[in-house]
């Protein structure tokens, strides 16, 4: 793959997984009771908790998935910070194909929202 295509790529997972963009944020609220019931429980044995304690990323990174959906992976299990990731022995691991469905929805939404905004002030 090309660096190019690699670029755009992580740029894009890195958009998906904003933790700034507050109205996807809200958006995933409304959908946190699917996000949970299609996460994957992950149960962490005394060793790889001691591991990855206080680095949610790098349990994301050690998993295969995105270290920048470390904040969604402590909100789904009422984590406020990586100071809380820590003496766990399950956990919630949200479904990465369920978080690019909504985040294209979200998406979707957005400019559908957008475009009939500016068509009214018009």
Known sequence: MSETIRSILNQQIDKMFSIEDL??????????KELIDTA????LSPNEMNQY??????????KKHPPAAYWILLWLNNLTGPME??????????????LEQLYTLYRTLSSELSRASRSLKR
């Open 23 to 32: 109205e996807y944020r809200l958006f995933l609220q409304d959908h946190k």
């Open 40 to 43: 994957e429980t992950v149960i």
């Open 53 to 62: 304690k206080f680095r949610p990323w790098y349990f994301l990174l050690a």
């Open 85 to 98: 990731f820590v003496r766990l022995s399950t956990i919630y691991v949200p479904n990465f194909s369920v």
